[in-house]
Each structure stands twice: as structure tokens, then as C-alpha cells.
């Protein structure tokens, strides 16, 4: 996606008409991110298994989940600088702990924990989307406006609520 993005509202633009030619299918790429989540999880059941049961085969299982989950990421994740790779894979990890954590409030029958988890969750995967999207790389931006997701931003939850609109409106996992 090219860098000359003014607002969050051209790229919805640029990814809906993308969409629209089949050039990417973000509902493939939802479900292949809550796949990386869920292998970041086995990674680590398997480290846990094998650090509690002391067997080495678990530390090797481990191994090749990683390789596969590294692979899938690559699909995702094209372009990075920095720590945005690393970034992204503990976003996701973070994200899908966060929904166990909920999903375990809510079994207990505290729904207002839940709901708060599962809210940060949601911020947390919103921001994953984000940043791998190119919505929250401000460097050729030259005009901000009302809905403009950049640094300037000092209110958390007018970004976050920023990122999950544009998450809520490209990332569709229901779109065959």
C-alpha cells in the first residue's frame, strides 16, 4: 500500500477497492491472525509441558510449531522495520491470552470483567491490524483531520477507538 495515505479514510478506501478487485482478502488474513494466536499458545503450553515434565520432546515440538507459526506470519506481515515483527506476533499473543482470560471471568459469572478483558483484547488485536495495515505509520502524512489516526493523539481511547473502527470496517471474517 503506497505511504501517501491523508487519513484512515483513504485507506479504508485503498483496502475496500483492493478488496473489491480480489488483491487481498482481509477475512483470510483475520482468520490466519487468530491461527498465529492460537500456535503462539501452543508454543507455549509446550514450553510449560516440558519445563514441568522435564521431557525434551516438548521443547522439540515447540521448535516446529514456531517454524510453522514464523511461515504464517510472513504471510501477514510483509514489510517491517524495527521491532514491528516481534511487535506483532506479542500483540496477537497478548490479544489471545487476554480472550482466555475473559472467557474464564465469564464462566465464573463476572461479565464486567470479561467484558473489560475482552475490550482490551479487542484493542489490542485493533492495533495489531493497524499498525500491519499502515494506519498508524504517520511519516507521509501531511494534513490531520478529525479522524486521523497519529501521534498527536494523546487521549488512549480516541486512538484506540480510532483503530477499531478501521479494524471493525476492512477486517471482516464473514466476507466469503
Known sequence: MARDIQNYQ????KVEAATKADKIDLSAGEDLSVAIMNLVSIEE???FTGA???KEKYFDLLTEVRKMRTE???RLIKDYEGEVWCISKHL???SMRLIEVGTKEMAKGDK???CDLFSKAYELYSLFWAMNLGAV???EIKKIDEEQVNVCDTDKN???AKLERLVERIVNCCRE
Open 10 to 13: 483513504d485507506l479504508l478506501k
Open 45 to 47: 503450553h509446550f514450553f
Open 52 to 54: 514441568k515434565t522435564k
Open 72 to 74: 504464517l506470519m510472513r
Open 92 to 94: 496477537l499473543a497478548a
Open 112 to 114: 464486567g470483567a470479561a
Open 137 to 139: 505509520d504517520i511519516g
Open 158 to 160: 480516541k486512538l484506540i
